[in-house]
């Protein structure tokens, strides 16, 4: 049986080019890119050539200002906690919103407990944030914003570039968490205007385990990592070059390929939201009609429980999510969508539908028909349901 992957949030697949050139880079037998010899110097210009890739992508004013990391976890935290503390003399105030990745929440979280204030905003029923209302948050104290691009479980994008002009204007630092934007839709650091930007080869076909953070010259920022002087003097630690390799070929497609993608994911995106009625009747889209990701579709459906939804698709060979693969596990419901009003038991009851250049749209109509058989099994078996129908009537 063919399985149909619409989980490409949590990871998308290694595309063939970029597997061909890590398996060429593995039987290279690459060095350590700090020593000083010519085997040593061959792998500084791999490393290089990569993050040369990398800039590109996001349009970064030299290659020099891409840190390479594990992956968007440590690319949040270092940006966060490296800014906090080396600007913590002007002062100990933090802003950002309330449906950040845990990746963010946590990093803040960390700073409260060594004395840092923090104002979280709220959003609107879209999932947007105003930025009015973040420059009504701004005091004296305030040294870091950080508001994401694009929400992992809804896709909603956020207004970045007039937030950056707010903190601009008042000499704020502002980073952004673009992990499930960079390489999905177009990202020009210098036309956001942000000081940091985080972002992850998975979420545009390269490998796990390698990310990135783009630091403007000029910033001032703490390692996280301490130890040897790798990336600038900004993260020790020999570098993952395998993968580091693996990403740059990745951000060399993405960005060459952008507009193709563009085109065929909004093309899969608009025949589901199109198709949707057909199959389930009522439910919620969480995501924004106008400002979303082109490959991200998240769906309350009512009267019955999202996981239940997954499990079942998943026998049926789909594999989707009902949340962030980084909240996974987790009984509550999720941060993100009560924050956008949604009662409990229509937060329990999402889908959150992910998709790629892999798929088609044969994937999408098996998809909705699997859903269609499935939901109406849930809700046969759905007390809530049947009292809902019989008050109907």
Request: hydrophobic share 40%; with cysteine.
């Amino acid at each position: 049986m063919k399985r149909i992957n619409l989980d490409h949030i949590s990871s998308q697949p290694l595309l063939p080019e970029v597997k061909a050139v890590m398996i060429a880079a593995i039987e290279k037998d690459h060095h350590n890119p700090s020593s000083q010899h010519q085997e040593g110097e061959a792998a500084a210009a791999a490393l290089e050539k990569a993050r040369e890739q990398t800039a590109r992508l996001i349009n970064a004013a030299s290659p020099k200002e891409v840190v390479f990391t594990s992956g968007g976890t440590e690319s949040v935290n270092h940006a966060i906690k490296g800014a906090a503390l080396a600007n913590m003399e002007r002062g100990k105030h933090i802003i950002t919103t309330n449906i950040e990745h845990n990746a963010v929440i946590r990093s803040i979280r960390r700073l409260k407990s060594q004395g840092f204030n923090v104002t979280s905003l709220s959003v609107d029923s879209t999932g947007r944030v105003n930025p009015q209302d973040v420059a009504n948050a701004i005091n004296d104290e305030t040294i870091l914003i950080s508001v994401m691009h694009s929400n992992n479980e809804t896709g909603t994008l956020q207004p970045v570039a007039e937030i950056a002009k707010i903190a601009r204007e008042k000499k704020i630092l502002f980073h952004t968490d673009a992990v499930d934007s960079v390489g999905t839709v177009p990202i020009d650091v210098q036309k956001l205007g942000v000081d940091l930007l985080s972002f992850a080869s998975n979420t545009f076909y390269g490998p796990t385990g390698v990310g990135g953070l783009y630091i403007k010259r000029g910033t001032r920022i703490w390692p996280l990592l301490e130890g040897g002087v790798q990336e600038g003097n900004k993260r020790a630690g020999a570098e993952n070059l395998i993968g580091i390799i693996g990403m740059g070929k990745a951000a060399e497609l993405a960005f060459l390929d952008m507009d193709k993608r563009l085109d065929y994911l909004t093309r899969l995106k608009n025949m589901l939201i199109q198709d949707f009625p057909r199959y389930i009747d009522e439910y919620l889209v969480n995501t924004h009609p106008e400002y979303s990701l082109p490959n991200l579709f998240s769906v309350s459906i009512k009267y019955i429980e999202g996981e239940s939804v997954m499990l079942m698709l998943d026998d049926d060979g789909i594999a989707i999510s009902t949340r962030s693969a980084c909240a996974t596990g987790s009984l509550r419901a999720s941060h993100v969508l009560m924050s956008l009003g949604l009662s409990h038991a229509d937060a329990q009851g999402t889908l959150v539908i992910s998709f790629g250049i892999d798929n088609t749209e044969s994937d999408m109509t098996a998809f909705l028909e699997s859903l269609q058989k499935t939901v109406n099994t849930l809700r046969d078996i759905s007390p809530l349901y049947k009292k809902t129908v019989q008050s109907n009537h």
